[in-house]
């Protein structure tokens, strides 16, 4: 089997959370690649504004995220695919900690989302761009 396939989803925009995700498994399945799945979730630690949150927010949080990543991938490549999906909730910056699970999985690819241009944005996302730049592996952007 070789290095696995990355796939970070925001997990805020259904149609292209599903577009990212199929094409990251289709992309895993060329080469037999485990592909795992990433989600960042904001990291409130001590500052101030911590305190607006119950104790165990963000255990709930990981929770629910693992559970919400979980019912895609069913949804998007069904039960049997998705068992051998491993879904990762990380906490901190979305760009650095999709760079640490990476390197840390040895990803050969990162499959990543960029949000459709309008009037206003002809870029990409500052989180995309980002991984895009610091990378290690090779990025499949997914319009």
Known sequence: MSKPVLCALELNDPELDEQVLSQAARLADLDGSQLDVVNVLPDFGESWVSGFFEEHHHEKAVKDTSRRLSDLCAGVLGEERNA????LVATGTAY???LKVAETAGSRLIVIGAHKPDLK???LGPNAARVIRHSECSVFVVR
């Not at 051998?84 to 879904?87: F, G, I, P, T």
């Open 121 to 123: 944005d002809y870029l």
């Open 96 to 98: 650095q900690e999709i």
């Open 84 to 87: 051998k999906v491993r879904h």
